[in-house]
């Protein structure tokens, strides 16, 4: 939904009708991750996507008719072969998908929630996505320190469930993280498969991952620009001011001038899990005090440039400062996968590729060399038997 919070946001403030399409599961090889989002508004133009193309158009209906309706539903998409007709999943996974219709002025958590994510404040959204008829679509967003809306059943609140889904909430957005959770009435974490039980997806927005690139090479502006491609917030360090520039490094968000080990002590309060630095100097003065914290920090990903030797002559110094062999373990160098590359350009492929993979568990190897599953950090498919059928619309 980060994706076309803007054209939500004048949509809303216009006052006008719309309705939300969100992934809210994924099984096997579904093109889009959770959280993807579609919208059509009552005068039926779209934004966004929840497959790539495959049940664009049954979702489309769907808004549309949450739109007329009021009521929220959940629908699940999956392959189907019997009908040359059917709308599923040509790659065979499966897809839920929530649809839920937005009335400008009429939810709190939900106004509250849209205003937050266009704005650029972290915020959680909590959508009930299935449970009893009362509280299908019911929406809180919760950010650090405040809550907006609230859940009830008739004239009934629900507390104990209010109070643990906040606090479920408030945890993943603190992790960046959005998924289903499914409580109990009265709050207690429970399986899917229980009755009584309420499912709730939580998108968790956000700043943008962090990408610190330290070296202002010509490398250094091919990899800005694939960083920027990526969605990172890309950073630029060097302590030469007749490098670090914004003439030469336009698509970076910031440019800094101060030495680089320095410039990271000073940045421990904005760096998280998702962080990546690259590190392309190639310079022991540099990278050396560098590493060594670097390497110490719970950041997502570390590569250094240089050569094989120049990776074994930095791994002596990093191992006289101190470091430990699983510390030394997490540094990706030389920086990339062996794509053969030799241009700026085809080596910023080849680091972009090596973080996605280390991000998303991939094997690096051809998707062609085996028969596995496509898309590595999603869950295993359910078996056959489990499977829902796809929906379905029939040609006139």
Request: net charge negative; proline share 6%; hydrophobic share 45%.
């Amino acid at each position: 939904m980060q994706d076309i919070a803007e054209q939500l946001q004048a949509w809303h403030a216009s006052g006008r009708s719309f309705a939300v399409a969100t992934v809210v599961g994924v099984s096997g090889s579904a093109p889009r991750d959770p959280g993807a989002a579609l919208a059509v508004d009552a005068a039926g133009e779209a934004v966004g996507s929840v497959s790539g193309g495959c049940v664009e158009g049954a979702v489309y209906e769907l808004c549309q008719a949450a739109i007329e309706s009021g009521e929220p539903v959940l629908e699940r998409f999956g392959y189907s072969d019997e009908d040359a007709f059917a709308v599923g999943l040509t790659c065979g996974g499966i897809l839920d998908v929530f649809v839920q219709p937005v009335v400008p002025g009429t939810d709190p958590g939900l106004d509250a929630g849209l205003r937050h994510i266009a704005d650029g404040t972290p915020v959680a959204l909590a959508r009930v996505i299935d449970g009893p008829a009362g509280l299908l679509g019911a929406t809180l967003a919760v950010t650090a320190d405040a809550q907006y809306g609230a859940l009830s059943v008739g004239p009934s609140t629900v507390g104990a469930l209010e109070r643990a889904l906040v606090a479920e909430a408030r945890a993943m957005l603190d992790a960046g993280r959005t998924g289903r959770i499914v409580l109990g009435l009265d709050g207690r974490p429970c399986d899917e498969q229980e009755q009584g039980t309420v499912t709730c997806f939580v998108e968790s927005y956000v700043p943008a991952p962090r990408m610190l690139v330290f070296g202002a090479i010509d490398f250094a502006a091919a990899v800005v620009r694939i960083g920027k491609f990526l969605g990172y917030h890309v950073t630029v360090c060097d302590a030469r001011p007749v490098f670090a520039t914004t003439r030469r490094f336009p698509e970076a968000d910031e440019v800094v001038v101060d030495w680089p080990h320095r410039y990271l002590d000073s940045q421990l309060g904005r760096i998280d899990g998702r962080t990546v630095l690259c590190v392309l100097t190639h310079d022991a003065k540099f990278d050396v005090p560098l590493l060594e914290r670097a390497l110490r920090l719970p950041v997502g990903y570390v590569g250094a440039m240089g050569s094989r030797r120049t990776h074994r002559d930095r791994q002596a110094k990093l191992r006289d400062a101190g470091l430990t062999d699983a510390e030394l373990a997490r540094l990706r160098s030389p920086i990339g996968l062996d794509l053969g590359a030799r241009t700026p350009e085809e080596t910023a492929v080849s680091v972009a590729a090596e973080i996605i993979a280390h991000r998303r568990g991939g094997s690096c190897l051809p998707l062609s060399a085996g028969n596995g599953p496509i898309h590595h950090d999603t869950a295993a498919p359910l078996p056959a038997e489990e499977r829902a059928p796809a929906r379905r619309t029939h040609a006139a």
